[in-house]
């Protein structure tokens, strides 16, 4: 396994999958998912070149965070539990999987007390799968109406995970249905600060690349095929 090879691949295809879809390569990071892996493999990506860190547990994450620190930006990618918001909030700059009203004030209020504005994504079930986490599309808006009187966390994108289907063509529709939605909130000026769109993983991050992606989420493709 070459992380630093696996690395540069990854890099090499979003510039090629952006020339061809006629964006720009710079508009799209990656968030390289280090929920497998251990530190030493961590800091090899970071070598290479990777500024974002994706985690989807809590208690992994302070770990790695106690010995990484902030030279790379901190991402949670999974569920949140309320009794671990406070622990979040130290470690995370942006926080992609917020679903919940009581999640979102949990997170502003442990944000206040520690003297910061979080950046959030809300995550929307675009794939239509009960087991998913995220908001149903049809709910944002009010949501993130909601979510626009807490002053202690900035709106700053939406997150999805594609439908589980081998083939990436198939997972289209949810991305689309991401952008249009992101378009839709911005038109009505439901929010201003909606940047990003956080969709694609290994397999289907280029075609969530041509459907508007600013980050992909990426494991397996830089770390290999692990459980
Ligand atoms: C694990 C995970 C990823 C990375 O998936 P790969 O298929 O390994 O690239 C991306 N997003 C979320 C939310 C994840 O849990």
Redesign the pocket.
Known sequence: MDIKNNYYLIQQRIKETCARSGRNSGDVKT?V?T??VQIPAIQEVIKAGATII?E?RIQDAWQKYEQIGSRVSWHL??HLQTNKVKRAVQIFNVI??VDSLHLAEEINKRAKEAGKTIDIFVQVNTSGETSKFGLHPDDVESFITRLEALENIRITGL?T?GAFLPDPEKVRPCFRMLYNLRQELLDKKITKNLYHL?MG???D?EVAIEEGATLI???????GERN
């Open positions: 968030v998912v929920k497998t994706g989807n990618i999974g992609e999987s997150m995970i956080s993983m290994t397999n991050f989420r990426i494991g397996r493709a830089v770390f």
